[in-house]
């Protein structure tokens, strides 16, 4: 049996209830916390606005991955830049062309909006992305990504 090639589309305001199941998923294969149950209705908003920009990996009528991206801009270099923020496939179609075609959309749509670079970040554990990064020819670059929660940090442990 021949897989069905994969479907590309941008994710509108109205896939948010579609997109929030691939971020929870996602979320517990990077280990992180799952969000809270408001997570669909800030990605709507988000998508809504404009603020995030999403693509939906479709097999059939299946939503099987997606890919996010934020537009910024890098002050050391002057220039604007796509943040690739999410990549996630479901385990099972990993490796047959879907994280590519997801990529592939995303620096489409970062030289539409004449970005420079396009910028992210994978786990240092997570061997499978960093070899599908390098196959892509991106370059490493060895930094310490943090994140401080401002809902929880008090203004006094900041100085």
């Not at 404009?50 to 479709?58: D, E, F, I, S, T």
């Given at each position: 049996m021949v897989a069905q090639p994969f479907q590309v589309r941008v994710a509108e305001a109205?896939?948010?209830?579609?997109?929030?199941?691939?971020?929870?998923?996602?979320?517990?294969y990077e280990q992180l916390p799952p969000a809270d149950l408001r997570h669909a209705a800030r990605l709507h908003a988000a998508l809504a606005s404009?603020?995030?920009?999403?693509?939906?990996?479709?097999r059939e009528a299946q939503a099987v991955g997606y890919a996010s991206a934020t537009l910024d801009y890098a002050t050391l270099s002057g220039r604007s830049y796509a943040?690739?923020?999410?990549l996630y496939l479901h385990a099972e179609v990993r490796g047959?062309?879907?994280?590519?075609?997801?990529?592939?959309?995303?620096?489409?749509?970062?030289?539409?909006?004449?970005?420079?670079?396009?910028?992210?970040?994978?786990?240092?554990?997570?061997?499978?992305?960093?070899?599908?990064?390098?196959?892509?020819?991106a370059q490493r670059l060895?930094?310490?990504?943090?994140?401080?929660?401002?809902?929880?940090?008090?203004?006094?442990?900041?100085?």
């Open positions: 109205s896939d948010a209830a579609r997109l929030a199941p691939l971020c929870a998923a996602h979320a517990v404009g603020q995030l920009h999403a693509w939906l990996l479709y943040h690739l923020d999410c047959q062309g879907g994280g590519r075609a997801l990529l592939h959309a995303v620096i489409a749509f970062a030289r539409s909006r004449g970005c420079a670079e396009l910028q992210w970040q994978t786990p240092a554990w997570n061997a499978r992305a960093i070899d599908f990064y390098d196959r892509q020819g060895f930094k310490q990504r943090y994140c401080l929660d401002l809902t929880a940090v008090r203004t006094a442990v900041l100085g």
